[in-house]
């Protein structure tokens, strides 16, 4: 099982990034897929869900608007689109997939906002 997460970086305020989680090993079809971030000296905390099928969304109230999670499942892929970033919005993300008792986690990208 593997969970690859890519296309952080360093971004000003205001800026965008577009992450991808690349899924190997299981049925990604079958999974709801997450995006968890952990700021340095916080909790990790979690930023955005999706349903197997790709229908239902639903975000922490603080991405809410600015960012957009979907998914390919003929690509066994799930994205993050981050748009009007924020210097609070950096941490490392990661990506999880949970279904039923499995659960598996990426190690995660850096995204750092600021000037």
């Known amino acids: 099982v593997q969970l690859v997460e890519s296309g952080g970086g360093l971004v000003q305020p205001g800026g965008s990034l577009r992450l991808s989680c690349a899924a190997s090993g299981f049925t990604f079809s079958r999974y709801f897929m997450r995006w968890f971030r952990q700021a340095p000296g916080k909790e990790r905390e979690f930023v955005a869900q999706?349903?197997?099928?790709?229908?239902?969304?639903n975000y922490a109230d603080s991405v809410k608007g600015r960012f957009t999670i979907s998914r390919d499942n003929a690509k066994n892929t799930v994205y993050l689109q981050m748009n009007s970033l924020k210097p609070e919005d950096t941490a490392v993300y990661c990506c999880n997939a949970f279904y039923l008792l499995q659960n598996y986690w990426g190690q995660g990208t850096q995204v750092t906002v600021s000037s």
């Open positions: 999706i349903d197997s099928a790709g229908g239902i969304m």
